[in-house]
């Protein structure tokens, strides 16, 4: 949220209240500026107002950053009529203006980044950033050399017209390796071993940017980033 704002946008993003409601209580004299009844739904005010609705104090807890364990079977999305959203697993107020820096499949585990705060996930999104985002994949076919270097030179994936940029690879084992990759391409890494002949059987997401997901968080369970970490992303 930008300051200063409308009183009732306030309200309505931090009360989580429908804005037509919203402009109805502010009318009948539910909602307070610093100690004054106010009933102007245009008031502008500033992030150090103090703002109440029926007494009670709303407060704009500012930006914020989230790291979670995605379980199978959640999608990355705010809403979906069919599936539930990883921000379903978040058992926080206000998450209205929150978005997700970095999507992952239904069928893909491991970290994923929510926030509030679009510049810093635009650090973490934007091709020109080239951030790295590391993946353990488990394949149907033994992981050959040959294909490691392949994935390290950038391979061609099918309807693209350029090869995918240089990617870290890594074997792990005969069905197994880290990968690296710093663009955000529609089921990359899918694609990426597609290319090479092999198929993904399961993939997770352990490091966005240098952030690396938290060994005490189970599937499903979530944390604040730390001060250093939300810093990683932001440094060159």
Not at 110 to 134: A, E, R
Request: aromatic fraction near 6%.
């Amino acid at each position: 949220m930008k300051f200063p704002c409308r009183l009732d946008k306030f309200v309505s993003n931090v009360g989580e209240l429908p804005r037509t409601k919203v402009k109805s209580l502010i009318k009948k004299g539910n909602v307070a500026v610093n100690g004054l009844i106010c009933k102007k739904n245009e008031q502008q005010i500033t992030a150090s107002d103090d703002i109440t609705l029926n007494d009670k104090p709303l407060k704009y807890l500012g930006k914020r950053y989230f790291m979670l364990n995605k379980p199978q079977g959640y999608v990355c999305a705010n809403h979906d009529e069919l599936h539930p959203t990883v921000f379903d697993l978040l058992d926080e107020p206000n998450l209205k203006d929150f978005h997700i820096a970095g999507r992952l499949d239904i069928d893909t585990t491991g970290l994923v980044l929510i926030t509030n705060d679009g510049d810093w996930s635009h650090q973490i999104t934007s091709p020109k950033k080239q951030k790295f985002k590391t993946y353990l994949v488990e394949t149907k076919e033994i992981i050959t050399e040959e294909a490691l270097f392949d994935l390290r030179q950038g391979v061609a994936l099918h309807n693209e017209k350029q090869l995918t940029r240089p990617a870290q690879a890594e074997a792990l084992g005969k069905y197994a390796l880290r990968l690296s990759i710093c663009e955000g391409k529609y089921h990359q890494v899918k694609r990426m071993l597609a290319a090479v002949e092999n198929h993904v059987v399961e993939l997770h997401r352990e490091n966005i940017g240098g952030i690396e997901l938290d060994n005490d968080l189970e599937a499903g369970q979530y944390r604040p980033l730390t001060e250093h970490e939300i810093r990683i992303i932001n440094a060159i």
